[in-house]
């Protein structure tokens, strides 16, 4: 196997990389946006379970999602997204227009005999996406690669942990991901984010987050399943008419080889705060070497050169 496919590229047996010779398939999440209802059940299974502290409890005025974003103390993170389009406008995945909800929900008329602001006859002019984050669990985990203590370790399952009783608190973690998922504890520098429940993985239960999913928009499994399952999704919306609908962080040919955890989305990845073309922070590493070992050869050779010359 080319060296270079430790830092990128497709990686079929990750755990087999990690050095586990027997392991079990695969593990990960599939998130249909689809079908989430903004019910942060997600998020609340997912700190009462792991214990993580309490935040998002002071309202924003932005939105209905308090927590905002993905951080130490918030490991599910589910995203409030508002859109308003003209009758004739755009169609879905041209991006959202900001706009005050409760002025766009006085310009709608309802029909006679109805009571929503929106009819049920197809218009579309106001719409809410949601969407339950959570970290990734790359295939080429930039956060894992540049972790000095060992702190970070790829599990038997394929997935990415942290363990916080070796974590010395030097950060370099919070810049490597791509995705902006792990962070630091201000109380003490520790660096924290989902486990997928590895404690429960262990034990054959699901993930806390999956498992209180009233509609199924997490979906808990072996990952080549879920990519099966996730592909039949696509296509059944895009033959009801959901054209835009799209797989995001499924293929290992992307910018981290592929995600453990990846999404089914209505609009594009920048709408829901994720990027559109990931790549994992340590790809130029052994470029990086190769060129840094050639200038320090280099240097070395000039020096010899410049004392042989030199004048007796």
């Keep these: 196997m080319d060296r270079d496919n430790q830092w990128y590229g497709p990686q079929p047996d990750v755990a087999g990389a990690a050095g586990y010779t027997d392991a079990p398939p695969r593990m990960g999440f599939f998130t249909d946006t689809s079908v989430c209802i903004g019910c942060k059940a997600c998020e609340v299974a997912c700190k009462e379970w792991n214990a993580v502290p309490e935040?998002?409890?002071?309202?924003?005025?932005?939105?209905?999602d308090n927590t905002q974003g993905l951080?130490?103390?918030?490991?599910?993170?589910?995203?409030?997204?508002?859109?308003?389009?003209?009758?004739a406008g755009p169609e879905?995945?041209?991006?959202?227009?900001?706009?005050?909800?409760?002025?766009?929900?006085?310009?709608?008329?309802?029909?006679?005999?109805?009571?929503?602001?929106?009819?049920?006859?197809?218009?579309?002019?106001?719409?809410?996406?949601?969407?339950?984050?959570?970290?990734?669990?790359?295939?080429?985990?930039?956060?894992?690669d540049v972790c000095p203590t060992g702190s970070l370790f790829r599990t038997e399952f394929g997935t990415v942990v942290v363990q916080e009783d070796i974590c010395n608190g030097c950060g370099y973690c919070v810049p490597a991901c791509p995705y902006g998922v792990i962070d630091q504890r201000k109380e003490d520098g520790r660096a924290w984010k989902c486990t997928l429940c590895y404690d429960r993985l262990g034990e054959g239960m699901e993930p806390a987050c999956a498992k209180a999913c009233p509609t199924?928009?997490?979906?808990?499994?072996?990952?080549?399943?879920?990519?099966?399952?996730?592909?039949?999704?696509?296509?059944q919306l895009h033959a009801a008419?959901?054209?835009?609908?799209?797989?995001?962080?499924?293929?290992?040919?992307?910018?981290?080889?592929?995600?453990g955890a990846f999404f089914l989305l209505l609009d594009e990845p920048e709408v829901y705060g994720l990027p559109p073309d990931p790549v994992v922070t340590t790809r130029d590493l052994p470029a990086m070497w190769r060129h840094a070992a050639t200038a320090a050869v280099s240097l070395v050779a000039m020096a010899a050169v410049s004392f042989a010359r030199r004048p007796r």
């Design 216 to 235: 199924e928009s997490i979906q808990f499994g072996p990952l080549d399943e879920l990519h099966e399952r996730a592909a039949g999704r696509v296509a």
């Design 55 to 64: 935040d998002g409890l002071e309202l924003t005025g932005m939105s209905y």
């Design 92 to 144: 879905p995945g041209t991006g959202p227009e900001g706009v005050d909800v409760f002025e766009a929900a006085r310009g709608l008329e309802a029909p006679a005999g109805t009571i929503a602001p929106v009819a049920p006859d197809g218009r579309t002019e106001l719409r809410w996406l949601m969407s339950s984050d959570v970290c990734k669990h790359c295939t080429h985990a930039a956060c894992l």
């Design 241 to 259: 008419g959901v054209t835009d609908a799209r797989l995001y962080g499924e293929s290992p040919q992307d910018g981290v080889g592929g995600d």
């Design 71 to 87: 951080g130490a103390d918030t490991w599910r993170h589910v995203a409030f997204i508002e859109q308003r389009r003209p009758p």
